[in-house]
């Protein structure tokens, strides 16, 4: 509502807004009427929402402004403040003027930038903004300027004001961000560790330059550091260096401030700083729940309805058995949705549930008390384990049960449209069957046997249904070893084909050994000459992983220096990257890095160099996978963080089919963006602003070669992020 305030008291007298200009305004958008006091353009879209005003940015620049209209006027002679609350999710710079009646301006003053979703309290003195030149009558101020630009003139965005308020008097808490903001300066934008390593990157810093570490919001300088030299990052062609504050540990919030270039994004520095990144990226699977509603009490603002309850689901001919011939309809419910499509596949949830088992199995004693906030908490089971078995559970559905083979998915024929799942009908199905999925299979329900076994009270009966299915499925396998997947010609959804499978067998093998202790899982799969960074279609090594852990129940069929000197071998050669050889001091080091969904690439290399500090302590290993999660949350040649709801530039818009459809316009945090990629993107009207490996990405729902999200790229972020939280309360 706009309120007109008159601070006359002293003389006891009320005039007449048509005869008076007014000594204070202020709006808090309750009564919705924008039109006579809200003024935008073409290219600038103004609403009442929910009691605040909401601004829908189209191709903001800095010649296009809207204003607020004070009629007939605002005396601020006494108290020229002006004060409001400020949210977006967009990074975007607001510059502000006052206008008097004669149309004289105040000069043009940058307010803040924004970008971080989070409500920023804004008050500017007008009196300290004023040439003198110009003699601006602050009795008659009669209109508020503001104008937005954007490093991307095409950037689409939503900014919200609220609480606005000019010369209603009280004390101004000054004008904010003394310093402008520098896209120069590339950092964690959550932040530190206080024993941790910190470390930003400077694009095109001046030889032997100084940086300066300031508190805010006094801006009170802390720390100082000089910077390093330069050195060409060749995936982005950028001249960059590292300016290292390691030793400054002080815990507190902070920006980096450089001469001649400006400050840095925000940043903190205290213990369990990525606690809530840890916690949100393991939730976001509930978000992927199918066959539920999503109630407001765990989801927030993201509740929607069930989708897609996969009771009755028909067998596709490439799926069908004697036991369940083609039109069959089979029962599938439960499970997580892929992507940012609504399919359900078993060979990418493999990969995907095996990392968050592999989470608890390693640090049980903290996620036995991490609490998600799904419905299941407060029951007798981790919130990680009943994450999981939603999953674990639709995957059970997925095995022929006379057969013994696995469906590859579960999919429509098409993909379907960005809304909500509940308003899709398409008739699903099960399609093919494959090596691949029957082996993933194996080893994940190997794993979770061993694992629920611990809760055979709670889960009567699960650990036995669930080796028993391993054991079908590698039974299935061992009979049909080269049955590669390839889509049926009806049916165009995700394919995850693959045609090697020597990786998948030697997993399960090692899965159902380490359960079961039979020696038919060790015999022929003896450790594999060479492991690389894990992914869906490469996954040997997480069997590898599942040996180290196991050292003293396997070492009477397996080399145990043997499976340690194989995972710090490939862990040296990330931590050298990171340590030492990457200007950017990230584990990203060679152009194969930068493939489709690079960003899983660098969490999995991560995940090596944690396995490795585990086994050896060296600070090496953990200071390579902290610069890892610093590369995810913005230590990149983006600027991005691209983890939606964490930093001040972070991702907003991911092709993802429930954030597009929800009308919502922050996407749920703790979702992790695909990332850079190296190859040319084939979404028509959705062109990257670079050329270069590191730099081709795009903020936009209709980039899905660069920001959709998979949930095989959110397990190994919440492996990351939460195993790095457990080692550094240590």
Sequence with gaps: MVKRLLFLASMGLVFSQATAQLTGLSDNFEDGVLAETWIGNEKFELFEVKNRLQINLKDPSEKEQFIWKLAPSVDLSAHPILDFKLKSGTVLTLIVQAVDVDGKTTDEFTVAEIGDLRTKEISVDFSKHVDKAKAINFKKINKIVFRVKSEDPTTMGIMYFDDVKIGTGGPSNGDTSPFPLSYDIRLNQVGFYPAGQKIAIIKDAPAGASFKIAQVPSYKIVYTGTIGAAAQWEYSEENVSVADFTAFTQEGEYVILIDGKGRSFNFKIKNQIHHE?????????????????????????????????????????????????????????????????????????????????SLYEQFPKVYDTVKFDIPESGNKLPDILDECLWNVRWMLTMQEPTEGFVYHKLTAHNFEGMTLPHEHTAQRLVVGKGTAAALDFAAVMAQSARIFKKFNKELPGLSDTCIKAAEKAWAWAVKNPNVAFTNPSDVVTGEYGDGNFTDEFLWAANELYVTTKKEEYTNGYPLANSYGVPSWAMVNTLGLYTLNNYKKEVAAKYDTAQITAKILKMADEIAKEANVKSPYRVPMGTYYDFVWGSNSVCANEAIVLINAYRITGKQDYLKAALSGLDYLLGRNATMYSFVTGYGSKQVMYPHHRPSAGDKVVEPVPGMLAGGPQNTNNPESGC????????????????????????????????????????????
Excluded at 277 to 304: D, H, N
Excluded at 329 to 350: E, L, P, Q
Excluded at 688 to 715: G, L, M, Q, R
Aim: charged share 20%; net charge positive.
């Design 277 to 357: 990144v840890a916690k949100a990226s393991a939730k976001l699977f509930y978000f992927q729940r199918t066959a539920m509603p999503l109630e407001a009490k765990y989801a927030g603002i993201w509740a929607r309805p069930a989708g897609h309850p996969d009771t009755k689901v028909e067998v596709h001919s490439s799926a069908a058995s004697s036991n369940r011939p083609t039109g069959t309809f089979v029962s599938s419910s439960k499970g997580w949705y892929d992507a940012g499509d609504y399919g359900k596949y078993i060979v990418n949830s493999g990969i995907s549930t095996y990392t968050l088992l």
């Design 687 to 730: 062109a990257y602003s670079s050329d270069f490996p590191a730099t081709k990405f795009k903020d936009n729902v209709c980039s899905y070669s660069t920001n959709e999200i998979a949930i095989n790229w959110n397990s190994p972020l919440a492996y990351v992020s939460g195993a790095i939280e457990a080692l550094m309360k240590k």
